[in-house]
Each structure stands twice: as structure tokens, then as C-alpha cells.
């Protein structure tokens, strides 16, 4: 008990600097194979930034917390999947979107992480000391709209 604690805790901070939300989103599935794709990439990857046109938004709504006030859509499959290597850089991910967007990570250590409006409309997560291993990616929507030509962006600049 005392461990899971421990975890909360320092999820919860880890979440509080980004910006995101230490919680756990019921309706995505990360288990699900990603509808656009995946990519593995070691610290120091180029080009940098990488990038993946997705559709943003879904048919399940995220509760929301911290980062996302009130909520968003996303699909219930991850939109993208990265494996991914730390080594001393930070890593960025965030969204480009002709619509209001919001970006659901699930992290290496089955962290939920959420961001809305970062930059306008469009959001950002960036982990300072980021893991090794998977990140599950979704761009979703504020309201129950599509955005299409939306754009996911992976950089550690």
C-alpha cells in the first residue's frame, strides 16, 4: 500500500510540471493496435521533430482533470504509438490542428497524462526526464467534432 502511494504521488507531481493529469482513462484502450501507425526512436532521433497525420477526436468521452478541465473525445484505439529510447533530452509531443484539440498520452508506467490549449488550441506534453518504453498517443476533441489533417509531433527540442 504504502509503494501505490508513493506512485500516486509522484505521478501526481510528475503530472502537476506537465501540465497533464495523473489518472486512469476508462473508455481508451491501449491494449488496441494504433489506427496510424507507430514508429521507434532512440534519443537523439533526426529529423526532429517526427511527425503523423491523424483525425482527431472520437466517439468516448475522457472525464478529464488537471490538464483537461471538463474533458474531451478521443477514439478508443490509440492514434499513434511510440517506442521509445530516453537518453538525456526531454520529450515533446504535442498537436497542430485546424480545430480545438486535446492530447491523452499513456505513459511507459501507465501514467495518464492530458493536455488542452497549451499554445492556442492546440496542446503539448513534454516529460523532462522522459522512460524508455511505450507511449500511447490520442488527439481528441474539446466537443464531439472530427478535426481532420490534425498533426501529432514527436521532438526532443
Not at 484505439?77 to 530516453?86: G, M, Q, S
Request: hydrophobic residues 35%.
Amino acid at each position: 500500500m504504502i509503494k501505490r502511494f508513493k506512485l500516486f504521488i509522484a505521478a501526481a507531481i510528475a503530472a502537476t510540471t506537465l501540465g497533464g493529469i495523473a489518472t486512469t482513462a476508462t473508455a481508451q484502450n491501449y491494449s488496441l493496435a494504433p489506427s496510424y501507425g507507430s514508429a521507434t526512436l532512440n534519443a537523439g532521433f533526426l529529423p526532429d521533430p517526427r511527425s503523423v497525420r491523424v483525425r482527431a477526436g472520437g466517439d468516448y468521452h475522457f472525464g478529464g482533470s488537471g490538464g483537461c478541465p471538463g474533458g474531451g473525445w478521443f477514439a478508443n484505439a490509440p492514434d499513434f504509438r511510440l517506442h521509445y529510447r530516453a537518453g538525456g533530452y526531454p520529450l515533446t509531443i504535442y498537436v497542430s490542428a485546424p480545430g480545438d484539440t486535446m492530447l491523452l498520452i499513456n505513459d511507459p508506467s501507465a501514467t495518464w497524462f492530458c493536455n488542452d490549449d497549451y499554445n492556442g488550441l492546440d496542446p503539448l506534453i513534454r516529460f523532462s526526464n522522459p522512460r524508455s518504453g511505450q507511449y500511447d498517443i490520442w488527439a481528441g476533441t474539446y466537443n464531439r467534432s472530427r478535426v481532420r489533417n490534425t498533426m501529432i509531433y514527436i521532438s526532443e527540442r
